[in-house]
């Protein structure tokens, strides 16, 4: 959606109260913050409910919104809590929530439809119609791809409904955001739970091969303006207050005058952080190579110590009035340029000595104390009967009363809120427990496999661009990510092919478009992140008549949703705009390049449509010697990779014997 004359919103991190601060001093026109759970930065220091009530109230004084952050995937055993911490959110005054999760959209517009949600970047919103799907949701905002690039960023919107609100400066991720396995599955520590341990910035083959240097597009904020998106985001909630002033402070200066920056201010950018002395905006420009690769250096860091600096609140100027006159109310109204409020204390009684006097008023009436708000005795109207008595106890309580009147940005929950929607039953799907799905990445594979080895599976899909008739596959697996540019390519060629394939493998919410009336039967692939019965049910309204589970789920959490569970394969754990290849050898190592950690293992890359690379696990996942819980739970998911015929022969034959495979392996739990 266009925005009509006015500037996009400037939108900064806050990882602390005094990064708030920060913020709010630098210019900013709205803070994101975390809480203690549910948060997407689980090692932020982060704010409990006291503190973002706080948080809310000095923000709203100085006219900027609040938006918290909810973007974890969830489990079913978290929703109903999770719901409960958004009530309170809700009822704190918070402006929208930040989510991730379909299970919680569902939740929240069904549940507590006033209040307002954002898609975060982690529901991997890359094109036009993933967010129009979104939007129809409930989504008022979406923050799309980091790696859009100008051009698309311009498509969205231009042919869109929601808001549209884009980073503009900060880390990036290598891998498209929430689809990234890596640290999960190799390190234990879940990127879409908030744990990312950042593999991506460990050396690989000796060298920083996946760590990028940070987003920066100061240099481009004319063009950002006039692409009609309606908010600014600076990454940072890990970051230093000093970096969130500073960073804020130069973009507020940029918004304002509508310009780009000069070369002084990028290099005060790059001082408060960089890697490298030196930022990116491959994306952006379109620009995807090496020159995005970016280290935190020694002097990067001494660069920054500089800059240190501590923030206190900001006093919010108010006006009063106040009235004491015998036999009414004692009141006092506090006001400024958008709200005003009144109270009422104490009846006033006749003065047997001392009377009140107007300078003793005015001292204790302007005391404001702990509040976030000041006034001067210059700003106050009072209106005194003359001999009358009020005790300095009921003065500054009539005083405490309207200044947490003024200050309170509290909402009272609705009278009559809809039922909460009961959890659905354990889903089961159009295909059977026990049904065997084939993914293969490579056509020759699949081609070469004896038939009575395809006949082992009951599915067998191809990727869309490496279909072809005579291979043996009977569907196909759609790009885990097409920008709009690449739209009508995907869908020209779904069109192709559809009289020779009955399934659709769908991988993003912009999938079901593509699939919408095809009369395909469409599957869930585990990119779709489903990890609780509200999210599976989402996507089952929508026409998925079964759905691959996430691979970070346990074998009961697994039980709680019933789907499909990946039972053997290499798992995809980074999807990356740069072609690594392309970059390290050329494409003559295109199927055989990998990557090596210091530990000696080795990931495998393969291409992916149209020229993006898929990072696979460094050893395979296999349950074919454990099925006899999971196949009761779900159908079975195999991904062949790297494997050749031979290879994919053998792993059948092991599976269907129920045997172990004499290799390492990765096990659910």
């Known amino acids: 959606m266009k925005r009509e004359g006015r500037l996009p919103e400037l939108l900064a991190p806050a990882g602390s109260f005094e990064a708030l601060l920060g913020a709010v001093e630098g210019g900013a026109d709205a803070v994101y913050i975390g809480g203690k759970s549910y948060g997407a930065r689980a090692f932020a220091k982060n704010f409990d409910l006291e503190e973002i009530e706080r948080a809310v109230r000095y923000a709203h004084l100085h006219g900027v919104k609040v938006y918290v952050t909810v973007n974890v995937l969830l489990f079913d055993r978290e929703l109903d809590d999770c719901m409960a911490y958004v009530r309170s959110l809700y009822e704190i005054g918070v402006d929208a929530v930040i989510v991730a999760d379909l299970g919680l959209v569902r939740r929240i517009r069904t549940e507590l439809p006033g209040m307002e949600i954002h898609g975060s970047t982690q529901m991997s919103v890359h094109n036009s119609t993933g967010v129009e799907e979104v939007y129809r949701m409930g989504v008022s905002r979406v923050v799309v791809a980091r790696e859009l690039s100008l051009e698309n960023i311009r498509a969205v919107t231009e042919n869109t409904s929601p808001e549209i609100e884009i980073f503009v400066h900060g880390a990036l991720c290598v891998c498209h955001s929430g689809q990234c396995l890596f640290s999960s599955l190799v390190g234990g520590r879940s990127g879409n739970r908030g744990e990312c341990a950042q593999p991506c910035r460990l050396a690989y083959n000796g060298k920083p091969l996946l760590s990028l240097s940070d987003l920066s597009l100061a240099e481009h904020i004319r063009e950002v303006v006039a692409s009609g998106v309606s908010s600014l985001k600076i990454e940072g909630r890990m970051k230093a207050p000093a970096y969130v002033y500073g960073v804020t402070k130069i973009y507020r200066a940029l918004l304002d005058a509508c310009r780009d920056a000069t070369r002084q201010e990028s290099m005060a950018l790059a001082d408060l952080f960089s890697r490298g002395g030196r930022f990116t905006d491959g994306y952006f420009t379109g620009r995807k190579n090496e020159k995005m690769t970016g280290v935190r250096t020694e002097a990067d860091k001494e660069a ?84 009358i008595n009020l005790s300095p106890s009921s003065i500054n309580a009539l005083r405490r009363a309207a200044a947490e009147r003024f200050e309170d940005t509290r909402r009272t929950l609705p009278e009559h809120l809809p039922d909460k929607e009961p959890l659905p039953k354990a889903f089961s799907g159009t295909l059977s427990r026990g049904s065997r799905i084939g993914i293969f990445y490579r056509s020759e594979t699949l081609s070469s496999l004896s038939a009575q080895k395809k006949s082992d599976l009951d599915i067998r899909l191809l990727p869309l661009f490496s279909y072809h008739r005579n291979t043996g596959a009977n569907g196909v697996i759609l790009p885990p990510v097409i920008f709009d540019d690449e739209w009508d390519m995907v869908k020209g060629r779904l069109e192709e092919i559809k009289e020779n394939i009955t399934y659709v493998m769908i991988d993003n919410i912009s999938h079901l478009a593509l699939v919408r009336d095809g009369g395909f039967q469409v599957i869930g692939g585990f990119r779709l992140n489903i990890t609780n019965r509200y999210a599976r049910a989402v996507y089952h309204a929508r026409g998925v008549v079964d759905a691959t589970l996430s691979p970070e789920l346990t074998e009961p959490r697994i039980a709680d949703i019933g789907g499909g569970v990946i039972t053997y394969g290499r798992i995809p754990l980074m999807i990356t705009e740069r072609c690594f290849v392309r970059e390290n050898g050329g494409c003559a190592k295109c199927g055989t390049f990998r990557l090596h950690d210091r530990m000696g293992k080795s990931f495998p890359i393969l291409r992916e449509f149209p020229h993006r690379n898929l990072i696979f696990n460094s050893v395979p996942t296999y349950m074919g010697d454990k099925l006899a819980k999971i196949r009761s739970l779900a159908f079975e998911v ?12 053998k792993v059948l034959s092991a599976y269907t014997a129920s045997v172990p495979l004499p290799c390492e392996v990765r096990r659910i739990k």
């Open 638 to 649: 195999l991904i062949f990779s790297t494997e050749t015929a031979k290879e994919c022969e």
């Open 304 to 387: 920054s110590r500089g800059e240190d600096r501590s923030f206190s609140p900001l006093s919010h100027p108010v006006s009063a009035r106040a009235k004491f006159r015998l036999g009414e109310p004692s009141q006092m109204t506090i006001y400024d340029e958008k709200r005003e409020v009144t109270v009422y204390g104490e009846i006033p009684s006749v003065a047997q000595n001392a009377p009140l006097k107007m300078a003793d008023l005015q001292t204790r009436l302007c005391k404001m104390g702990a509040t976030f708000l000041s006034l001067d005795k210059n700003n106050l109207e009072i209106e005194l009967e003359e001999g």
